[in-house]
């Protein structure tokens, strides 16, 4: 089984590289059984050792949403039913990765315009733009725009690294957006990358002229959703901590 092991290791170094490998050696040591299908017509995998939640279990989603997170979100007018799956490493520490799905009915143009009206977007919600990285990159054969930032919560004084890569298909835009704080991003990357590898969605419709600017203002508001659920566990303990 060793043998077996190595050799296999010794094939992907040499088809994939060093990055392949890792990504490979991560998947031999965790169980991916999790599956999702949305009825929008998306689907994907995920770790056993990660929760699920969907947009019709947007009662759980907002019992972890605490007063300081729900006051924030009410600003930016985000509506947690467009969520479609939120994923969250189950785990004990204060904060947890995550993977949320965000689909809006309107599907986006691929392009160099689209990401540059992405990225100003971001400064919507905090982000200094200059702090952007984005690319356009292809994703099973169609193409896909990919944006990393660091995000701060104003309140809970916490920043966040996020990747966020929005895909077309069946007259839709999903936006996938990986969360994790800065120091743990990289451990988590490789998981980050298998569940987008495994995403699959109807295929694009022919490009039109429609408004992209809606459909990527809902998405990218929606990225503070999951950081706001997830910072959900440290208020909760603070609020618990205040209360004896």
């Known amino acids: 089984v060793l043998k077996l092991l190595r050799d296999g290791a010794m094939r992907i170094q040499k088809q994939l590289g060093w990055i392949g490998l890792f990504v ?19 689907s994907l995998t995920y770790p056993d050792n990660w929760l699920k939640l969907t947009s019709q279990e947007k009662a759980t989603l907002e019992k972890k949403v605490t007063p300081e997170v729900k006051k924030w979100l009410t600003a930016y007018k985000v509506d947690l039913s467009k969520v479609a799956v939120v994923l969250i490493r189950d785990g004990k520490e204060d904060y947890l990765e995550s993977v949320n799905v ?19 977007e971001y400064a919507r919600i905090g982000v200094k733009t200059d702090q952007v990285k984005g690319r356009i990159d292809t ?39 990986c969360t ?10 490789p ?17 039109n002229d429609q408004a992209y ?22 208020f909760m303990k603070r609020s618990s901590a205040s209360s004896v």
């Open 24 to 42: 490979w050696l991560g998947c031999v040591s965790t169980v991916w059984s999790g599956q999702y299908g949305d009825p929008s017509g998306f």
């Open 102 to 120: 965000v689909v809006i009915d309107k599907q986006m143009a691929i392009n160099e315009s689209t990401l540059k009206q992405a990225i100003k």
């Open 139 to 177: 994703l099973h054969g169609r193409s896909v725009a990919i944006t990393d930032y660091p995000l701060t919560i104003p309140s809970a004084k916490t920043t966040v690294q996020q990747r966020q890569i929005m895909i077309p298909g069946g007259g839709k835009t999903f936006f996938i957006t």
């Open 180 to 189: 994790a704080l800065p120091k743990t991003f990289a451990q988590h990357e």
């Open 191 to 207: 998981t980050f990358k298998q569940i987008i590898a495994s995403f699959k969605a109807p295929e694009p419709k022919p490009e």
């Open 213 to 234: 600017e809606i459909g990527i203002l809902s998405g990218l508001v929606a990225v503070i959703v999951v950081a706001a659920i997830m910072l959900a566990r440290r």
